[in-house]
C-alpha cells in the first residue's frame, strides 16, 4: 500500500469531519449510563446504534451479542490473507452527578469555542465515544475511496467498561476462536503531553485489600479503660505508618520483587516528552512529588509501584465528642504494580508485613480476595509497534513515543490472557479533558487528528 492510496482517504477525513462531529453528537445524546439499572433500555439503544453505524462499513457481519449484562458489538470485514487486527472501545459511559456542576445537560452535546479551540462537550466525548469513533471513521474514508477496507478487520465494543466489565470474561473465552487476530488496537488512553503522539507499553498492575483490626470485645469508656486498653486506631495507624520508610519506599519486605528500572532508550523518550513537572504537581496542589526519592514525578508514576491508603476509619466521627475507645479499626489499600510483580505473591508479602506488627491481645481480620491483576508490559519489537510509531510520527511532525500509564486497563491484560493476543494502546484525549467529571469534553482537533491517524495506522499495518 502506497502514499498514493493514502492521500484520498485523508482528503476524504477532512472533507467528511463536520458529518463525521454531527455523528458523534448523534451517539453521545444516547445516555448509555452502564452502572445504573435505569438507563438499561439507554444502553441497549447505544449498542444498536453502533452497529447499525459500523454496518455501513461493507462488513461481512454486524450486530448485538447479548450477555447476562450490556450486550457487545461485534464485527467482522475487509479482505482476508494479510494482517487481521482487532479493535476495541466501548460504548457505555459514566454516571453524570453531580449535575449541577455541568454547564449544560451532559446528553445534549454540542461543540463550542474556547480560548484552546473548539471542543464537542457532554458525556462520553472522550471517554469513550469520541476515541472509539476515530477508528470508525477512519475506516468508514477507507470505505468511501476504495470500496474496502485495507485490512482484516473484526470491530469489539463492550458496554460494561465503566461498570467492572463483569461480562468480558466469560464472553472472551466463549468467543475465543472468532475474535483472534495478529494484535488488538485500543483506543481508551491519551497523549503524554499536547501534541505528543503516543503509544503506551506499559500499563501497572493492581492489588486490593482491605483488613480490620480487632482489639476490645465492645467500644469502651476512655474513663473507664483510657491508659490499659488497646486502641485499635493507635496500633492501626503504628502499622499503616509501618508501610513506608523515611524517602518514601515500601518497607513491606519482597515488595520490590520482580521491579526493573526503566532502560536509558525509553527513559530518553520519556525525558523529551517535555511534560512540564511543576505545572503537573501544581494541578493537584503540590510543590514537590512525594514518592521515592531519587525519582521524577513521571516514573514514579508510570515505572514504580505504590502502596496507597485509600481508607481509614474506626471509632466516633460523627459531629461533636464521643470519649469512646473503639473495638476495631478499619483500612482500604491498594497497590500499583509494575513489572514482574506477583499480585498473589504481594498480597501474601502485605498481610504477613500486618500480621507481624499486631500487639498482644489484638488480631486483624482480612476481607476475603479482592482484585488482583499482573502489570503488562507489551512487545515493541513486534512490526505493528514499528509501523503504528511511524505513521503518528508522520501526521503530528514529531516523533511519537512509548509510553506507559499509571493506571490499569484490565481489557489489555484479558486479551493477552484469553485470546493469547498483544495490544497497541493508541489514544488522542488530554488530561483535562475531565473524564468521568462534570463538563467532558474532547478537542475537535483530536477527533480530526486522532481519525487520520488511525487511516494513517491503517495503512501502515496492511501493508
Not at 493507635?234 to 518514601?248: C, L, P, W, Y
Not at 476481607?367 to 510520527?393: I, N, Q, W, Y
Request: glycine share 10%.
Amino acid at each position: 500500500m502506497t502514499d498514493d492510496r493514502l492521500k484520498p482517504v485523508l482528503d476524504r477525513i477532512d472533507a467528511e469531519m463536520p458529518a463525521a462531529q454531527e455523528r458523534l453528537l448523534e451517539f453521545l445524546r444516547i445516555p448509555s449510563i452502564s452502572t445504573d439499572p435505569e438507563y438499561k433500555g439507554e444502553t441497549r439503544r447505544a449498542a444498536e446504534w453502533l452497529a447499525k453505524d459500523i454496518e455501513g462499513l461493507g462488513l461481512d457481519s454486524a450486530g448485538l451479542r447479548d450477555t447476562p449484562g450490556h450486550p457487545m458489538v461485534v464485527g467482522h470485514g475487509g479482505p482476508d490473507g494479510g494482517a487481521h487486527l482487532l479493535f476495541y472501545g466501548h460504548y457505555d459511559v459514566q454516571p453524570v452527578d453531580p449535575l449541577n456542576l455541568w454547564d449544560r445537560d451532559p446528553f445534549d452535546p454540542a461543540i463550542e469555542e474556547t480560548e484552546n479551540g473548539p471542543v464537542i462537550r457532554g458525556r462520553g466525548a472522550s471517554d469513550d465515544k469520541g476515541q472509539l469513533m476515530t477508528f470508525v471513521e477512519a475506516c468508514r474514508a477507507w470505505v468511501a475511496v476504495h470500496g474496502a477496507l485495507p485490512c482484516r478487520l473484526t470491530f469489539f465494543f463492550e458496554g460494561e467498561e465503566e461498570s467492572g466489565s463483569p461480562s468480558l470474561i466469560p464472553f472472551l473465552e466463549e468467543n475465543r476462536e472468532e475474535l483472534q487476530a495478529d494484535v488488538a488496537l485500543i483506543c481508551d488512553t491519551g497523549m503524554a503531553a499536547p501534541g505528543v503522539p503516543s503509544i503506551a507499553t506499559q500499563l501497572r498492575g493492581m492489588l486490593k485489600d482491605e483488613f480490620t483490626i480487632h482489639g476490645p470485645k465492645l467500644d469502651l469508656h476512655s474513663g473507664h479503660y483510657g491508659g490499659p486498653a488497646l486502641n485499635p486506631l493507635r496500633e492501626i495507624s503504628k502499622i499503616v505508618a509501618s508501610f513506608h520508610d523515611e524517602t518514601g519506599r515500601v518497607a513491606v519486605e519482597g515488595f520490590y520483587e520482580g521491579v526493573e528500572e526503566v532502560p536509558a532508550e525509553l527513559l530518553a523518550q520519556w525525558e523529551d516528552i517535555g511534560i512540564d513537572e511543576t505545572a503537573y504537581l501544581g494541578h493537584a496542589g503540590m510543590t514537590v512529588a512525594h514518592g521515592e526519592s531519587g525519582y521524577s514525578a513521571l516514573v514514579q508514576q508510570w515505572a514504580r509501584p505504590t502502596l496507597e491508603i485509600n481508607g481509614m476509619w474506626g471509632g466516633y466521627t460523627g459531629v461533636g465528642s464521643k470519649t469512646v475507645i473503639p473495638a476495631e479499626a478499619h483500612c482500604k489499600l491498594t497497590c500499583r504494580l509494575v513489572g514482574q510483580q506477583d499480585p498473589a505473591a504481594l498480597r501474601r508479602a502485605v498481610r504477613a508485613h500486618v500480621e507481624a506488627r499486631l500487639p498482644q491481645d489484638a488480631s486483624v481480620e482480612w476481607k476475603g480476595e479482592l482484585d488482583g491483576a499482573p502489570a503488562a508490559v507489551f512487545d515493541t519489537t513486534r512490526p505493528e509497534f514499528t509501523g503504528a510509531r511511524e505513521a503518528l510520527t508522520q501526521e503530528w511532525d514529531r516523533d511519537a513515543v512509548f509510553t506507559a500509564m499509571g493506571g490499569s486497563i484490565p481489557v489489555a491484560g484479558y486479551f493477552r490472557q484469553v485470546l493469547g493476543m498483544e495490544s497497541m494502546l493508541i489514544g488522542f484525549a488530554s488530561e483535562d479533558d475531565r473524564i468521568h467529571s462534570p463538563n467532558e469534553k474532547y478537542d475537535v482537533a483530536a477527533f480530526h487528528r486522532g481519525t487520520r491517524s488511525w487511516a494513517r495506522i491503517l495503512a501502515e499495518l496492511s501493508k
